[in-house]
C-alpha cells in the first residue's frame, strides 16, 4: 500500500473559541501510524475560522478514519470534512 495525503476541514461551534487550544487538541489527537504535515487556519465569515490540517495516512484499510475519529472527540469542533485526497509519489 502507499501513502496519501489528506486535507481536512474542521469548522468551529463558535468564532469565539481559542483557535491555539484547539490547535494543541489536534496535535496531541493524531494517531501514531499518521504524520501531521501542517495546520493552517482559514477566514470564513463574521470573525469565523477553519482549520485545514493535512495529515499524511496509509491509504490501507480504515485511511483517515482513526484521525477523523479522533478529532470528532475535540468538543469546540462542530464539522469535520475531508475536503481533498492525493496519492504521494
Request: net charge negative; charged share 30%.
Amino acid at each position: 500500500m502507499g501513502e496519501v495525503v489528506a486535507t481536512i476541514k474542521l469548522m468551529p461551534e463558535s468564532p469565539e473559541i481559542d483557535l491555539e487550544k484547539v490547535k494543541a487538541e489536534i496535535t496531541s489527537s493524531i494517531p501514531e501510524n499518521t504524520e501531521l504535515h501542517s495546520i493552517e487556519e482559514e477566514p470564513i465569515a463574521f470573525g469565523l475560522v477553519a482549520i485545514n490540517l493535512m495529515v499524511i495516512v496509509d491509504d490501507g484499510e480504515g485511511g483517515t478514519e482513526a484521525v477523523e475519529e479522533n478529532l470528532s472527540k475535540i468538543t469546540e469542533i462542530a464539522s469535520i470534512e475531508v475536503v481533498d485526497v492525493r496519492r504521494l509519489m
